[in-house]
């Protein structure tokens, strides 16, 4: 599964804390200038896609027509997925 920039963003943040709330990927979009509604749809559709492929559990409320998510967990497949992120950011040192 590929995966977005935000993605691993959201894969980062969860990461280092035990659960996360939705609001907290907000800081993804700070500099630029962005609708409040259209980064919330964003950051859901995200969620959404990183729930169907078993890297995030959500929290939440479902109803007839929309789930309402209010906090998201990191699976097991999830914490490697993000490890890996980690570990390739990270750069090694040129050893002469």
Known sequence: MRL???????LQKCYNYKSSLPVDFYDFYKG??????LVQDIIHKSLDS??????????GKKTAQKWFI???KLTNLGRKK?????????RKLPIK
Request: hydrophobic share 40%; glycine share 2%.
């Open 50 to 59: 990183l729930v169907a492929g078993d890297l995030l559990t959500a929290l």
């Open 70 to 72: 209010h906090k998201v």
């Open 32 to 37: 630029k200038d962005k609708r409040h509604k």
């Open 82 to 90: 993000a490890i890996s992120i980690i570990k390739n950011k990270q």
């Open 4 to 10: 977005s920039k935000l993605q691993k963003y959201i």
